[in-house]
């Protein structure tokens, strides 16, 4: 991908269309010109980072706008390798090792706190104690993949009873 800021390869489902763009001369998105995008979700892409604007549709708006504080914003990072290197691991397991979670309250003040392992033991036990430490009881947690964040929780409440 090169130095570019904004390399056409993060248009989402780009496929065959990063080779096309990058064949007629576009390297990143902000060069792409005025109607050369087809697809609706290109479009989206290329025109907020033309204006440096995030998008979020009006129905996720008003989906979040109707979430009770605080709202806990988190994402998680995970490594898979091909040779276990911890107990209870096995081969291309995903295991979490990084967390990062902002918390927005009623006023609007948000709040960053994460978590990083040292990458030299088993994150797993820190990790989640970790955040158990910043989340709270009440207010709901969004998060991009439910789904990979959930399965991940999920493993880990199964390693840690105690």
């Known amino acids: 991908m090169g130095d570019d800021e904004f390399p056409i390869e993060i248009l989402p489902y780009h496929g065959k269309l990063a ?8 390297m990143d998105i902000r060069d792409i010109p005025p109607g050369r995008l087809s697809k609706p979700k290109h479009v989206r892409v290329w025109k907020a980072t033309l204006d440096n604007v995030m998008f979020l549709s009006e ?4 989906e979040i706008q109707s979430l009770a504080y605080p709202r806990y914003y988190i994402d998680f990072e995970t490594i898979q390798m091909a040779v276990p290197v911890w107990p209870g691991t096995r ?4 295991i979490p090792f990084q967390w990062s979670c902002h918390i927005e309250d009623e006023n609007g003040l948000i709040s960053h706190y994460e978590f990083l392992s040292d990458g030299k033991s088993d ?3 820190p990790f989640i104690e970790s955040l158990l430490k910043v989340i709270g009881t009440e207010g709901p947690v969004i998060v991009y993949n439910a789904g990979f964040e959930r399965c991940r929780l999920k493993e880990l409440s199964g390693y840690y009873q105690d």
């Open 19 to 26: 080779a096309d763009l990058r064949e007629e001369g576009y």
């Open 59 to 62: 129905t996720g708006r008003n």
């Open 91 to 94: 081969p291309y397991s995903q």
């Open 123 to 125: 994150p797993r036990r």
